[in-house]
């Protein structure tokens, strides 16, 4: 039997979810989010208070489920994160390519140097490249003279993640790897298909937003930034003169990211336009909601246009589609304004949708988790918890797997092994 264990270090929340895999069957048995300290815009400000919340949250999860986590894979919104492609080429021994033409292949092409204040946290593979001919996902048995292997390299901040691996440490639990949310999040709301067409997945929490995008069925850019839904509560909390605390209400309950839309399912008629709120000294004061429309739509235009620039940077042919995660697509109108500005279809990514996806690649007769218990499986802020745990599967070695499973993801599997021991 094997075990698996997910923290996910949020700006706003400690996210914490755990799976049992026994006789190729798969389990998620424990989803649950904790309060988070010590990260603000996706970056460590307080060591302390950050080790003291993820410890907090173990101690929880041992009181509840007599689970005493001492790995866990750990997801983290990357912080100043770069992707870059690598190539290297190996000629063919014994003129058909075999698994050790691969190897060297990918040895070859994960060897490149990395400046000292940046550290690997994802090598992923690309493509192969086989006698100039391009696209090929498994050569092996292919009659060829050169074999060319091209990943995607991931780096983050080193600073950043060994304070991360140090913060989980002091709260008693291993590192058993990195996971960056964009990565991560894009296992959890992706199909297959998303990756084909050209697909950007944007998880947009409350104090990161996580750029991923894909095409031809491979990564083929991640950014992040330190921005969120906390500045849109900021911005009304200061705006309104009100407590963050019930800015936070006002975001979620009446705040709508369009300046022109209905108010969607509120019950408001046209002349109550206005709402109560509690100001700074505990008193009521009326708002109308024209005054929080025109705050939350300053940022959320902010967010998208930086998601727009980033997009426009990349030298691909045409994006078909963005998916939108994380707490802060859930904002009313958010996808539409989205799609009014990017000019492509836009959906709310919710971690169920990769779950079954794994589910079905593995083989699995049942679903991996029970709805009644797991909720939060329908939750776009658990996607990058659930995502790393979809990355775990797809990454470990588990002999009670399926062969089926085995076939699709050991290739990779192997390929990050490999790539992570040189660089961590
Ligand atoms: N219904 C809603 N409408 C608007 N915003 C929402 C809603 N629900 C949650 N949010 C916002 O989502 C944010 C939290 O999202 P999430 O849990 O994905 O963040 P996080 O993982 O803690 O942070 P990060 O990944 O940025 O470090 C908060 O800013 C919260 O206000
Ligand atoms: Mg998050």
Redesign the pocket.
């Known amino acids: 039997m094997s075990e698996i264990a997910v923290i ?6 400690i ?1 914490f979810a755990s799976a049992k895999i026994e006789n190729a069957k798969l389990k998620i048995n424990f989803l649950r ?1 904790y309060s ?1 300290a010590g ?1 603000k815009k ?1 970056k460590i400000v307080d060591m302390e208070a950050m080790s003291t919340s993820i410890k907090r949250a173990l101690q929880d999860i041992e009181t509840t489920t007599g689970l005493k986590v001492k790995k866990a894979y750990v997801c983290v ?1 990357g912080n100043d994160i770069k992707g870059m492609y690598s190539n290297a080429a190996v000629r063919v021994r014994k003129k058909e390519v075999t698994e050790q033409d691969i190897d060297l292949a990918i040895e070859a092409a994960t060897a490149m140097r990395i400046p000292s204040d940046r550290q690997a946290v994802h090598i992923l593979p690309v493509e192969f490249i086989v006698d100039g001919v391009n696209g090929i996902k498994d050569p092996v048995g292919m009659k060829a003279l050169r074999l060319e292997a091209r990943v995607y390299i991931i780096t983050a901040s080193s600073s950043h993640i060994q304070n991360i691996v140090t913060c989980c440490n002091k709260a008693g639990v291993e590192v058993e790897e990195i996971v960056l ?1 964009s990565i991560a999040s894009s296992e959890a709301t992706l199909t297959e298909h998303d990756r084909e067409i050209g697909t950007v997945v944007v ?8 750029i991923a995008v894909f095409q031809d069925g491979y990564l083929k850019h991640v950014a992040t930034y330190g921005i ?3 500045h ?2 900021n911005d009304l909390a200061i705006g309104l003169k009100i407590p963050f605390r019930e800015a ?1 209400r006002i ?2 309950q009446f ?1 709508v990211a369009m300046p022109d839309v209905s108010f969607g399912t509120l019950k408001f008629k046209e002349n109550e336009k206005e709402i109560e709120i509690v100001g700074l000294d505990k008193h009521s004061i009326k708002i109308p909601l024209n005054v929080i429309k025109e705050i939350v739509y300053a940022r959320c235009e902010e967010i998208l246009e930086i998601i727009k620039k980033e997009i426009d940077s990349i030298p691909l042919d045409s994006i078909s589609s963005a998916v939108f995660t ?3 697509s ?3 109108g958010f996808i539409s304004l989205a799609e009014g500005f990017l000019s492509i279809p836009a959906r709310i990514g919710k971690p169920d949708a990769g779950l079954m996806e794994m589910a079905y690649e593995l083989g699995l007769d049942e679903t991996p988790f029970n709805e009644e218990e797991i909720e939060g499986i329908y939750h ?2 658990f ?2 918890t659930i995502g790393s745990f979809i990355y775990a599967i797809k990454t470990r070695d588990f002999n009670d797997s399926t062969s089926g499973f085995e076939r699709v993801f050991n290739r990779i599997a192997m390929w990050f092994e490999k790539g992570l021991k040189k660089f961590i």
């Open positions: 996910d270090i949020g700006t706003t929340k996210a989010s988070s990260l996706g919104s949310q998880d947009i929490g409350g104090g990161s937003t996580d969120g839904g906390n849109i509560t936070e975001k979620t705040a994380g707490g802060t859930l904002l009313q776009p802020e996607s990058s």
